[in-house]
C-alpha cells in the first residue's frame, strides 16, 4: 500500500475532508492556507488565500459548490469551490473551532473557543437570507457556558447538531431551538472527533480517554468501545465495510523523545462489531492529526503533525479480507 503524499503546507495538519463524491480532498492546517487535491492521484488543484492564522476546520457543501472554512483569525469564511473567491466573511470574539454545511447547504454552523473573556457560543446562519450575512447576525446562538465545544457535526437531516465537549458530554442540540434534545457523558476527557456512518445513522467519536466510541446518531446510545493505547484522538467510519480507522499518537511536544515506534503514530483498524484491532498502517513522522475515509471506501487518507497528508490505496487484500471471531470459549490455540 504506497501512499501517495500531498506537500501542501507548512505547519501541522488539523483537518482533512473529502467532498461528497470524493473526487476532491480539502486540507487545513495551522498555516493560513487551506489546500483542495485531486484524491486520485494527488494533483493540487488550488488553494483559498484569505485567513490570517492557523485554520481549524473545513467542510464541503453536498454539491462542492461552496467551502467554509473556521480560523484561529476569529473567522469563519465562505468560498466559491471552483473561482476560490471569498464569498462571505463572518468575524467572531474568538477562534473558529468547528464548522460545518448542513444536508442542503442552506444552513451553516459554527463553534467559537471559549478565550480571552469569551464564552464558547454555537452561530447558526441562513445562507438564503443575504441579511444574516451582511449583519453578521445569525438566526440563533446557543451559549455553551459549562465547557468548550471541541468537535461538532451535522445530524441526520439537519435537524440537529450533534457536539462533543471538553469535558467528554455529548449534546445534541436542534437546529430550530437551540435546545439540548440529548445529553450524555459516555467519556472521561475531551472529544477530539466525531465523524458520521455514510448514511447518518452512527457516528464514532475519539477521546483522549484512549478510546473510540460509536453511538446511534438520534438517541446517542452508546454502542460499541474500540480501546486503545494511548493515545488515541481520532476515528472514521468506513462507508461499506464494518470497519473503523483509529488515528492519533503522543502528544507533539514529546515526540522529540521517542522514536515513531514508540511514539504510536500508526493508524489502527478495528472491526465495527467485534471491537477487535486487526490490521495497522505506518507512515507518519508524528501524531496523526486527521483521518478521512474516501466515500468509496476504497482508501482512506491522514494528516500527520509533520504537515504530510497520506491518501492511502487499499491492497486487493483488503478487500478480501474475512474477520473471524472466536466464539467464547473456544480455544485459543
Known amino acids: 500500500m504506497r501512499p501517495i503524499l500531498l506537500q501542501g503546507h507548512e505547519r501541522s495538519i488539523t483537518q482533512i475532508k473529502y467532498n461528497r463524491e470524493g473526487d476532491l480532498l480539502f486540507t487545513v492546517a495551522k498555516d493560513p492556507i487551506v489546500n483542495v487535491w485531486y484524491s486520485v492521484n494527488g494533483e493540487r488543484l488550488g488553494t483559498y488565500m484569505g485567513h490570517t492564522g492557523a485554520v481549524w476546520c473545513v467542510d464541503a457543501d453536498w454539491d462542492t459548490k461552496h467551502v ?4 484561529a483569525d476569529n473567522s469563519c469564511r465562505l468560498w466559491d469551490c471552483e473561482t476560490g473567491k471569498q464569498l462571505a466573511l463572518l468575524k467572531t470574539n474568538s477562534a473558529v473551532r468547528t464548522c460545518g454545511f448542513d444536508f442542503g447547504g442552506n444552513i451553516i454552523m459554527f463553534s467559537t473557543d471559549k478565550q480571552m473573556g469569551y464564552q464558547c457560543f454555537v452561530s447558526f446562519f441562513d445562507l438564503r437570507d443575504p441579511s444574516q450575512i451582511d449583519n453578521n447576525e ?10 468548550k465545544i471541541t468537535s461538532a457535526v451535522w445530524g441526520p437531516l439537519g435537524e440537529c447538531i450533534i457536539a462533543g465537549h471538553e469535558s467528554g458530554e455529548l449534546n445534541q442540540y436542534s437546529a430550530k431551538s437551540g435546545e439540548v434534545l440529548v445529553n450524555v457523558k459516555e467519556h472521561s476527557r475531551q472529544i477530539n472527533d466525531i465523524q458520521l456512518s455514510r448514511e447518518m445513522t452512527m457516528f464514532v467519536t475519539a477521546s483522549k480517554d484512549n478510546t473510540a466510541k460509536l453511538f446511534d446518531s438520534t438517541t446517542l446510545e452508546h454502542q460499541k468501545t474500540f480501546r486503545t ?5 481520532l476515528a472514521a467510519l468506513s462507508p461499506n465495510y464494518e470497519h473503523v480507522v483509529v488515528g492519533g499518537g503522543q502528544e507533539a511536544m514529546d515526540v522529540t523523545t521517542t522514536s515513531t515506534r514508540i511514539g504510536k503514530f500508526e493508524a489502527r483498524f478495528f472491526h465495527l462489531a467485534f471491537e477487535e484491532e486487526f490490521g495497522r498502517v505506518k507512515g507518519h513522522f508524528g501524531p496523526i492529526n486527521s483521518v478521512a475515509f474516501h466515500p468509496d471506501g476504497k482508501s482512506y487518507s491522514s494528516g500527520g503533525e509533520d504537515g504530510y497528508v497520506r491518501i492511502h490505496y487499499f491492497d486487493p487484500q483488503y478487500f478480501e479480507f474475512e ?7 473456544s480455544p485459543s490455540g
Do not use: H, Q
Open 323 to 329: 474477520f473471524e471471531a472466536r466464539e467464547a470459549g
Open 68 to 71: 467554509l472554512t473556521g480560523s
Open 138 to 147: 445569525p438566526y440563533m446562538k446557543i451559549p455553551c457556558n459549562d465547557s
Open 229 to 233: 493505547e494511548p493515545p488515541r484522538e
